[in-house]
């Protein structure tokens, strides 16, 4: 894996020397200089680092005495450089360090150094003249590399640290600080080629692979028990390090030696013969042999020996790998476009490298994507260009908030085509096209202008977001009113409807549209709306007769809606459910309108299948949601699009449910993404701590404080699974519940369809559920327990709940869910929350219950005597791992749709799920109290302002978006010449222009401000 961090202090920086523990070199890995500029510094790669002239070159120095940046007064944030540690699987660490393997250390070296080569592709540097920026990539880099092989805890961890000096030589031999955002941005990309790369190095040494989850692999000798034998040894003495001596006295004899260890800046060859020692037994307790491989690599040698042999081998190797390849890049673009409507090229190999890591080489995979480019697998974007001064824009951005490229950024807009930037240069200065072109093409070769990273969308995904429109339009005037203009206005004079929620309901009665959309900010009523408009529909029914009556069907995404729709009066089920059962599709008719609430949330291909079936069934659709919330995880953003593209809709923007008029205020602004004024309005219930685990206490003790009534209707929203699972602890804890027992849950594993469908995505143990049946031996509902998994036929392996075995091919058996296996204590009184459907019980996924008892067969929730039901408590088996979660905590997305009194948010800034569309959804949710813990009361505005980067692939820039962008930058363009004309100076004269001015950036503004 590769990890980075920013190195704070040259004079620090001095530890990558005192704790370079190389094994085998007795004095330790003196560090090496790599890079394509270490020759021009004068300094020699095969040399051991001085300690000074590295320290120099952090603070800025040159060995010549020359210094790039200034000296820095203490306190400020001058950026040193960065640490890129480079860390092998820990398979390799204990193939090369227990069983002393100098090989394997050297094929980590080379595949570190290669990777090096990659990240300087991404080095950069900033400049100006005459008040214009500009941007140079100059292809090279000055790394220090220092390689480790041991962890904290003195366990065998080979790694490398690679310490990149904030300099970097231009074309014209100036050295210059480095612009450091675009190798953050390609951390993960050169991450998976440095795992690929060491891979086919290992693989030419003759060692067999076998791959892990997420484009991971170990050597196939080395088992996960043997690993994780290893990584239990070293989290023990984890704690005992954290604990700083303090439980020495429970320590064994074993343990206080590797303390004293890692305390030791030095080793001795003693201490080294120890380590050596003890680690070779660990790997004898783990039944491990480290000599297995040695017949493999005998064994290679030997089929490959015969001239013969070799040519066959390279033959048919060629065509396994070009096979391999392609169908890692398949893999990437079906897994990215499965959430993202748009992706970038460093995204999909990052994805791909993974994938083929141990089947195929980097380049085969790169030359994959290429074909993937031109037969139409893939539609690439078209080439873009941008500012120097965005850049410089989006790297401050990223400089104050390290998280900024995974958002939306300002700079969407700010991006053109060549033939574009030239029709704005025309425009905007009064040039001719051969000025313009001269201008533009200049720009581009100094770097005022700098192509913009490659990114594709899918066929298929654009088919369908076409598709959806297409329906929608065609759908226009199609449908005849439910109830005429008179009768409507009749029974809306008698009803208790706001201004919104009436002109909703008048447009779902009156409409000749056969697909309207309700657009309803977080509480506004829209529940009060429907239920008006059902009555509506209802009261025309019964005047007509029951051959011309009207039908309504109830969906939503999650079946915890359902029940609240039902209360309206429709028959009511899940999308997904509807979608699966064409015998309930069939039903559908001229009468039939269907109601999908929460259509905000509702992916692309689920809603182009709802739209043709009710297009093809003559039926109507009414969307209702709110595009200012959380977005779907599959990707697109069809509520969004049909809003824009013209589609009859209704809007509800007064909001009741709030009764706290500070609440409510906050609400309106974070809706009008208007963050900073939504914080600045409830700065008096902002507390800040910023230690993550004390701020969870906090959290807990505010919530176990409140009375036990109150506690029901209090709400805790987290923004992490980690986070919830901390706070659902300490709340526990501090309620003190008695008589509890551990029960087996299940936790879901995030997986995409591509993932579910390849063996190679499951590991030993995890829990996978047919959510229906296939054969004798995959039963729906049925929990199969991974055992193993066979990569070349994609197959896996699982034990039955009858303890028998069974294979078969996820590709062949697509509808399972994967889950992982835990324990947690229940106790009566607890509050738990159903992680999964179950019609036989009546129970959905979302709800929450309070434990009635625990025993050895089964957990009883107590169930709500309201609902009216004959039996109100709920049994659950727990003879085998269930479907709870504790429930004092929860994630936004599980919060969204939920109303409580009071609300307590853990808005960690640091965290990727703060951002606007969570905070909006977050302090909606109380009626009236909320309190924000928060790391950062400064940063908190900034990090809730965050646009989610959720994009459609009609967004893609084709050239019809190219033209509707290049408009806009025309008629902004035009209104900021015009405004200049006004104000101008007598001193300026007419005409007056400066070349390459216009891609100064002076005339841009953020995507923001032009919308």
Sequence with gaps: MLSFKFVASAAGAAHYFETSDDYYGKEGHRGEWIGQSVLNLGLDGAQAIDRDTFQNLLDGQLPDGKRIRLSQTKGSKD????????????????????KGDHRIVAAHDGAVRKSLELMQEFAATRKKQAGLSFRERTGNLVAATFRHELSRAQDPQLHTHAIVMNLTRRSDGEWRALSNEDLLKNVKVIGAFYRATLAAELKALGFDLRETRKGGWELAHIPDAAIQHFSQRSQEIERLLAARGQDRGTATTAQKQIITLATRQKKTESDRAWLRAHWLETAREAGLDLDAQSGVVHAVRQRVGKAGDAINEALTGKGRSRGAANEAIDFAIAHLAERQGIFSRGELLEVAYGRAATRTTTASVEEALENA???????????????ARSLNISAGELARDPNAARFKGHDEFEKLTRASWVALTMASRDQTQAQAEASVDSAIQRGALVAAEARFATPDAKRTEIRILGIEKAGRGSVPAVASVESVARMLAASDLNAGQREAVEMVLTTHDRFVGIQGLAGTGKSHMLSTAV???????????????????????????????????????TLASFLARVSQQRTLDRHSIVFLDEAGVVPAHQLEKLMTIVEKQDARLILSGDRKQTHAVEAGKPFEQLQDAGMTKAFLT?????????????????????????????????????????????VAQAYVQLPEAERKETLIVAGTNEARRAINALVREGLSLADGRPVDVLNNVDMTRAELRSAQSYDVGQIVIPQRSYSMDVRQGEQLTVLSHDIARNTLTVRRENGQQASFDPALNPMLRLYEKDTVDLAPGDWVRVTANDKALGICNGERYEVGAVESGHVMLKREPDRGLARPDILIDCRRPIHLQHGYASTIHSAQGLTKNRVLVDANTKSLTSNRAVFYVAISRPRNDI?????????????????????????????????????????????????????????????????????????????????
Excluded: C, W
């Design 79 to 98: 950026r040193k450089g960065i640490d890129f540690t480079f860390s092998a699987p820990k398979s390799v660490s204990i193939q090369a360090l227990v």
């Design 535 to 573: 009555a509506g529909i209802k009261a025309e029914t019964a005047r007509l007769s029951g051959a011309h009556g009207y039908r309504v069907i109830g969906l939503a995404p999650y079946a915890s809606q359902n029940e609240a729709l039902a209360s309206l009066g429709m028959e009511s089920q």
């Design 654 to 698: 007064e909001i009741k449910r709030q009764k706290n008029e500070a609440i409510r205020a906050a609400v309106v602004h974070a809706a009008n993404n208007e963050v900073p004024l939504a914080v600045s309005t409830l700065r008096h219930t902002i507390v800040e701590v910023v230690q993550d685990a004390r701020r969870h206490e906090r």
């Design 931 to 1011: 309190t924000l813990f928060t790391d950062d009361a400064g940063r908190l505005a900034a990090a809730m302002s965050r646009e989610p980067k959720k994009f459609a692939a009609l967004e893609l820039r084709d050239a019809v978006n190219e033209s509707a962008v290049l408009r806009a930058k025309i008629e902004r363009a035009g209104r900021a010449r015009l405004a200049k004309e006004v104000h101008a100076q007598p001193r300026v004269h007419a005409g007056h222009r400066q070349q390459g001015s216009s891609f100064s950036g002076r005339s841009s503004q953020p995507a923001t401000a032009a919308r």
């Design 373 to 387: 480019k031109r037969d139409g697998r893939l539609l690439p974007e078209l080439p873009l260009y941008q500012s």
